[in-house]
T-cell receptor
Framework: GIQVEQSPPDLILQEGANSTLRCNFSDSVNNLQWFHQNPWGQLINLFYIPSGTKQNGRLSATTVATERYSLLYISSSQTTDSGVYFCAVGRSSASKIIFGSGTRLSIRP | KAGVTQTPRYLIKTRGQQVTLSCSPISGHRSVSWYQQTPGQGLQFLFEYFSETQRNKGNFPGRFSGRQFSNSRSEMNVSTLELGDSALYLC??????????????FGPGTRLTVL
């Protein structure tokens, strides 16, 4: 099956800093999503981005499907950005998405 | 439009009991998937239902089962609970069949503790 690796596993930053989270996947995919898991456990959709670049406020994401990786950029970090960020991938033939192990981001005031 | 809802939000059970969790998808969504999240195994796929039929199942024992009703609401059941079943159970819905093709929207989860 597809393997999904996220890096770094942990990231501690000061408020106002920028960060880049990476997601590598081992095979071609048709679906790639980035999620933020809040302290209560809910997964919040950030981006659906099987290819290309998208931006939403301080967050942006880029997926280079031919090279099998995706990047999530967070600029001017705020304490509310803390939490775990997951990348998940899927194929059109599959009924499931496969999650990476996540990046735990801690933003210090 | 209301999001995905899950009930109950918290459950405490003892070993050997059974439990039923409920998920109501976003209105108009016909696909419901279930995932288990534990600190050791991360997020793992349990099963997907579309049009009241199970379309795919993850690598879990037969104690884990589910169903989907005609209004797309879904339930999952775990029988003969074990300590290792303690986890956050997440439900996701999507418009089309197959998470491989469509954006998944997750509910707040049910946190199950087995004593």
């Amino acid at each position: 099956g597809i393997q999904v690796e996220q890096s770094p596993p942990d990231l501690i930053l000061q408020e106002g800093a920028n960060s880049t989270l990476r997601c590598n996947f081992s095979d071609s995919v048709n679906n790639l999503q980035w999620f933020h898991q809040n302290p209560w456990g809910q997964l919040i959709n950030l981006f659906y981005i099987p290819s290309g670049t998208k931006q939403n406020g301080r967050l942006s994401a880029t997926t280079v499907a031919t090279e099998r990786y995706s990047l999530l950029y967070i600029s001017s970090s705020q304490t509310t950005d803390s939490g775990v960020y997951f990348c998940a991938v899927g194929r059109s033939s599959a009924s499931k998405i496969i999650f990476g192990s996540g990046t735990r981001l801690s933003i210090r005031p | 439009k209301a999001g995905v809802t899950q009930t109950p939000r918290y459950l405490i059970k003892t070993r050997g009991q059974q439990v039923t969790l409920s998920c109501s998808p976003i209105s108009g969504h016909r696909s419901v998937s279930w995932y288990q999240q534990t600190p050791g195994q991360g997020l793992q796929f349990l099963f997907e239902y579309f049009s009241e039929t199970q379309r795919n199942k993850g690598n879990f024992p037969g104690r884990f089962s589910g169903r989907q009703f005609s209004n797309s609401r879904s339930e999952m059941n775990v029988s003969t609970l074990e300590l290792g079943d303690s986890a956050l159970y997440l439900c996701a819905s999507s418009l089309a069949r197959g998470a491989g093709t469509d954006t998944q929207y997750f509910g707040p989860g049910t946190r199950l503790t087995v004593l």
